[in-house]
């Protein structure tokens, strides 16, 4: 089997160079549209396909990005690993602006969004307890250290629905009570519905700020964003251009299972389950229905 690296670029990060055999491709899928186009090459030996995620031009906000058929889209041109990079506010004093977090685990704070492929006339229930790859996650922090960035090795990350910022309290409550280390509003349910899509997914989260709890910082202000931002798309692609190399062409099962995340996942019987919803799954589920 061949490693494709599937990159999702968040804010400020719109198309990503050096692939050889660039073009962009529209994918269709019965999710729905994705956010754009997908630009698809060749990176030292390894197919990859870009995604911007709130499209060319920043046209989709957090919740109506549309997760489903981008996750789905993804699947269908034969991609492996799922890349996330986002723009995201720090909780921590030492994870400052600039640096790079390697999320491990997510606070699910959405609620409208579509959350998964399954549903009514076939339900299916995956495991989230570890929802990055950590196989996945060890080459992103490997990439991002010999890049020069720097970058943590774990962190909690608060998907918040936005798409206004959080207030100071809610703020203080994600970072003193909860422990959250990152905020962002996107992740989610980006993650859940990769694992369902049986894809390895790992989150790079990039600091842009420090959310509205800081003492010396006050409110998140998008300018200042947008600034830091610019700095950290370009350590975003440097980090990218280095996984082909890391994790080559030649794919081997992944060791944490997240390419079999459906073996005992669905529940419907197969006499009960829906031809339309079943339909509908071929790309996320083929393989087990
Ligand atoms: C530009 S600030 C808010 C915006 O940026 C992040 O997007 P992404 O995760 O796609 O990089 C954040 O989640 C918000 O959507
Ligand atoms: N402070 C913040 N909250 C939510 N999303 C963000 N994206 C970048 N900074 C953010």
């Not at 670029?9 to 529209?26: C, H, M, Q």
């Not at 999710?31 to 920043?58: C, N, Y």
């Not at 962190?155 to 309290?169: D, K, N």
């Not at 905020?183 to 694992?195: D, F, V, Y």
Request: aromatic share 6%; charged share 20%.
């Amino acid at each position: 089997m061949n490693t494709v690296i599937g990159v999702i670029g968040g804010s400020g990060i719109y198309d990503i160079d050096g692939l050889e055999g660039a073009e962009w491709t529209s994918v269709s899928s019965p999710w729905g549209a994705p956010s754009d186009q997908i630009l698809t090459g060749t990176l030292e030996g390894v197919k990859m396909a870009f995604l911007p995620r709130h499209g060319r031009g920043h046209v989709h906000a957090p919740s109506t990005v549309p997760y489903r058929a981008n996750i789905d889209a993804l699947k269908r041109l034969g991609v492996t690993d799922v890349i996330s990079v986002s723009a995201c506010g720090s909780f921590r004093e030492d994870m400052a602006p600039g640096d790079f977090v390697i999320v491990d685990q997510f606070v699910d704070r959405t609620f409208a969004r579509e959350k998964s492929f399954f549903g009514t006339g076939c339900v299916a229930h995956v495991s989230v307890a570890h929802p990055t790859c950590p196989r996945l996650s060890e080459a992103c922090f490997t990439a991002a250290s010999a890049a020069g960035i720097t970058v943590h090795n774990g962190g909690t990350y608060l998907a918040m629905e936005g798409p206004q910022f959080s207030s100071m309290a809610e703020s203080k409550m994600y970072r003193d009570s909860w422990g959250c280390d990152v905020i962002g509003m996107t992740n989610m349910p980006e993650a859940k519905l990769a694992r369902e899509a049986e894809l390895c997914y790992a989150s790079i989260a990039m600091i842009t700020d420090y959310d509205s709890w800081h003492p010396d910082h006050g409110a998140v202000d998008i300018n200042a964003i947008i600034a830091t931002l610019h700095g950290n798309a370009d350590k975003g692609r440097a980090l990218v251009a280095r996984l082909p190399a890391l994790l080559g062409a030649d794919r081997v099962p992944c060791p944490h299972g997240c390419d079999r995340a459906l073996d005992y996942a669905i529940l419907t019987a197969p006499d009960a389950r829906d031809p339309a919803l079943l339909a509908k799954l071929d790309a996320v589920a083929g393989r087990v229905l």
